[in-house]
T-cell receptor, first 116, second 114 residues
Framework: EPEVTQTPSHQVTQMGQEVILRCVPI?????FYWYRQILGQKVEFLVS????????KSEIFDDQFSVERPDGSNFTLKIRSTKLEDSAMYFC??????????????FGPGTRLTVT | DAKTTQPNSMESNEEEPVHLPCNHS???????IHWYRQLPSQGPEYVIH???SNVNNRMASLAIAEDRKSSTLILHRATLRDAAVYYC???????????????FGQGTILTVHP
């Protein structure tokens, strides 16, 4: 069964450093998402991406964050200058066009980001 | 986004049915009712969704009240693998400014006893 993959599984970085989290969505999917979950808290939407542009973003997704689909298979989340409060599990998700029954989002296993 | 209310936690015994309730009294006509679950140390996983009619799939059943202000996720025979946090989410129908984002609440922690 196709699945969303994410790398790395765990990233440790120092405050102020740039990090790039990588995701490979399911190959025929067209909508892509990033969510995050701070330890012990709820899953929070960050951004959605469709047709090579951001379609929706949350208040959390400020100028420090950016997303890119550089090569038609990878989907990346970049944090330019990490803060301690960026420490969280970051989940990538993808979905196809949504015709018929295909509304579900498929989530990856997550990347745990630890900012020290 | 319309809000959902779920119990913080529920418990069940293995091989017994589980009914997980969700209240969504402010649901609008364009909101789909989605259920996701999150097993320990994993990403969320789609369970089921519906609009007005009850739905069944291989994982669960979804019973939707006639006025759509509440719904119940039914696991017919709980297994230890069903221990997870279950999220009831209202997802706006596509179009306009909505691209299918999911707004998670705290969910219901389901504990399954052997």
């Amino acid at each position: 069964e196709p699945e969303v993959t994410q790398t790395p599984s765990h990233q440790v970085t120092q405050m102020g450093q740039e990090v790039i989290l990588r995701c490979v969505p399911i190959s025929n999917h067209l909508y892509f998402y990033w969510y995050r979950q701070i330890l012990g808290q709820k899953v929070e939407f960050l951004v959605s991406f469709y047709n090579n542009e951001i379609s929706e973003k949350s208040e959390i997704f400020d100028d420090q964050f950016s997303v890119e689909r550089p090569d038609g298979s990878n989907f990346t989340l970049k944090i330019r200058s990490t803060k301690l409060e960026d420490s969280a599990m970051y989940f990538c998700a993808s979905r196809d066009l949504g015709a018929g029954r295909s509304y579900e989002q498929y989530f990856g296993p997550g990347t745990r980001l630890t900012v020290t | 986004d319309a809000k959902t209310t779920q119990p913080n936690s529920m418990e069940s015994n293995e091989e017994e049915p589980v009914h997980l309730p969700c209240n969504h009294s402010t649901i609008s006509g364009t909101d789909y009712i989605h259920w996701y679950r999150q097993l320990p140390s994993q990403g969320p996983e789609y369970v089921i969704h519906g609009l007005t009619s009850n739905v069944n799939n291989r994982m669960a059943s979804l019973a939707i009240a006639e006025d759509r202000k509440s719904s119940t996720l039914i696991l017919h025979r709980a297994t230890l693998r069903d221990a997870a946090v279950y999220y009831c989410i209202l997802r706006r129908r596509e179009g306009g400014t909505s691209y299918g984002k999911l707004t998670f609440g705290q969910g219901t922690i389901l504990t399954v006893h052997p």
